[in-house]
């Protein structure tokens, strides 16, 4: 009777992942402040909506304003 050994099969490492919470902070604190202001500013209820949707994405608007003002 044989009997054979099979190669020990290696565990998958696992990676521990460090999440920082600060950015989460800082968007929520400009979307509420963008928010506001799109909603201070707006003339009717669909300008209203426009702004609520603008808050939301108001980043991609910054690194565009950034981006445009660096000549990129």
């Known amino acids: 009777m044989t009997t054979e050994s ?10 521990k992942v460090i999440t920082r919470g600060g950015s989460g902070a800082f968007y929520g604190l400009g979307f509420i402040g963008a928010l506001v202001y799109y909603l201070a500013t707006a003339t009717s209820f669909l300008m ?6 603008k808050a939301i994405v108001w980043p991609a608007f910054l690194v565009f304003a950034a981006m445009k003002a660096l000549g990129m």
């Open 6 to 15: 099979t190669p020990s099969e290696k565990k998958p490492r696992r990676t």
């Open 48 to 53: 209203g909506v426009v702004g609520f949707f």
